[in-house]
């Protein structure tokens, strides 16, 4: 019984995430072996001599990948929340150069301390704005952006060396080594974007009266990479972990999947117009909801020239956008709810929407509460994580409506 069990053909065609295996699950062992994660189990197709091994990926390899991936994503979020907190208390800009392994260690000796200090001298931010800085201060920013540099390195790794593992263990198909080729790459561009980000802000710029920080472009391309690093991750970990639905592909299921993919799409770019108001330090102007000073369109909103310029330029333009962009996805969230709750919808998605919905009030209550309060760093460090929060339900949802693979 055992042997006959171990000569049955066992085929696992899970081709991509979420994809239902194509295998008898007659037998106790096999089911036994596919639930413990074997990967060896030697196929025989009928005859003693034609043997392949073509156990995985099987749904233990899947769950391991999607756990990893979702672990990876929680890994990018702490990376997001620690570079958040590094920017508030405005400690990025403290290490002036970029080595992939020396800088791993920090100084040591006083010595070494008083070196990387005097390199810190030589740029705008200590000679512009810091110039009374201590070097036990020095020390504070220096920690800062070292913790968020190391944690890079960390999510790095927690990319790299899985991948490598499973790759050998045969746990990826096909389409799924494309994707985790693509992670993997992903995060060594966001470190290369993190050091082209601060690179801006230590340049000399003669003609600017500006207080030294980093391009808002950059801060921005750099906070959208690792917020579409870490929707990559959570997406590809999800759709291993959570099994499609069978829903009847009415109408009204295709509009409400129309809708939630478009309401996710508003979200990211809320969130990156929020890398604008920080680039800027526009929560610092119009310090008032919902009015900004007693007008509800400020005089200065296209004071540059040429137009175009004030959206990503203009402090006062990219503050109103932010919150017109914060309200319109409010009311998205809230309409895609509403048109939910008419429908018959498995108890998963139901509760992913809700939720998304009460995390949209709560972040939206965040951010007026920022800039109300002059953007203090605990509040302002929680909205950005309550983007992050924001972002991961959308994409639960999303997870939970797609279409049932064919
Ligand atoms: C769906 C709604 C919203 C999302 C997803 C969102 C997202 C974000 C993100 C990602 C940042 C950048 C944080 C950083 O890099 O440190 C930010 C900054 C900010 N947001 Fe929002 N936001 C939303 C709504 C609002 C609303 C309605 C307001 C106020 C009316 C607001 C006020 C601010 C302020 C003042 C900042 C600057 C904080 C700083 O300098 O660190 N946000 N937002």
Request: glycine residues 8%; proline residues 4%.
């Amino acid at each position: 019984m055992l042997i006959s069990s171990l000569r049955t053909t066992i085929f696992c065609g899970c081709r991509s995430a979420g994809k239902s295996f194509q295998y008898s699950t007659r037998s106790p062992l096999r089911k036994w072996l596919l639930k413990r994660g074997h990967s060896t189990v030697t196929v025989e197709g009928g005859t003693s001599t034609s043997a392949a091994a073509a156990s995985v990926p099987n749904a233990a390899s899947n769950r391991i990948v999607g756990r990893w991936l979702l672990g990876c994503s929680g890994l990018v979020v702490g990376a997001i929340v620690l570079g958040g907190v590094t920017r508030l208390t405005e400690s990025g800009l403290s290490m002036v150069d970029w080595h992939l392994v020396r800088e791993m260690k920090p100084p040591q000796s006083e010595g070494e301390w008083e070196a990387e200090f005097s390199k810190y001298q030589q740029f705008p931010e200590f000679k512009i704005l810091n110039h009374n800085m201590t070097l036990p201060e020095f020390k504070f920013i220096f920690y800062m952006e070292w913790g968020h540099r190391m944690w890079g390195r960390l999510v790095g790794l927690a990319y790299i060396l899985p991948t490598i593992y499973f790759w050998k263990k045969g746990y990826f198909t096909r389409s799924m080594k494309g994707k985790v080729l693509g992670l993997c790459g992903f995060v060594f561009f966001q470190g290369l974007l993190g050091w082209y980000m601060v690179k801006s802000g230590l340049e000399e710029k003669p003609e600017s009266h500006d207080i030294p920080r980093v391009s808002q472009y950059r801060l921005s391309a750099h906070l959208g990479s690792a917020l579409l690093l870490y929707c990559a991750s959570m997406w590809t970990g999800l759709t291993l972990l959570l099994p499609a639905h069978r829903i009847a592909e009415t109408k009204k299921l295709m509009q409400l999947r129309r809708f939630a993919k478009g309401t996710g799409g508003l979200v990211f770019l809320t969130a990156l117009s929020g890398a604008f108001v920080a680039g800027l330090d526009a929560g610092l102007v119009y310090n008032s909801f919902p009015k900004m000073a007693d007008r509800w369109i400020p005089d200065d909103l296209l004071a540059f020239s040429p137009t175009l310029k004030n959206f990503f330029e203009n402090p006062t333009t990219v503050q109103f956008d932010h919150r017109i962009l914060g309200i319109t996805s409010l009311t998205a969230i809230t309409g895609l709810y509403l048109f939910s709750r008419r429908m018959m919808l498995p108890k998963r998605a139901k509760i992913a929407i809700s939720l998304l919905a009460a995390m949209a009030y709560t972040q939206v209550a965040l951010g007026i509460a920022t800039l109300l309060l002059y953007v203090p760093t605990p509040l302002a460090a929680t909205h950005q994580s309550g983007s992050v929060a924001l972002l991961s339900l959308a994409i639960w949802v999303l997870a939970e409506l797609r279409r049932m693979p064919k």
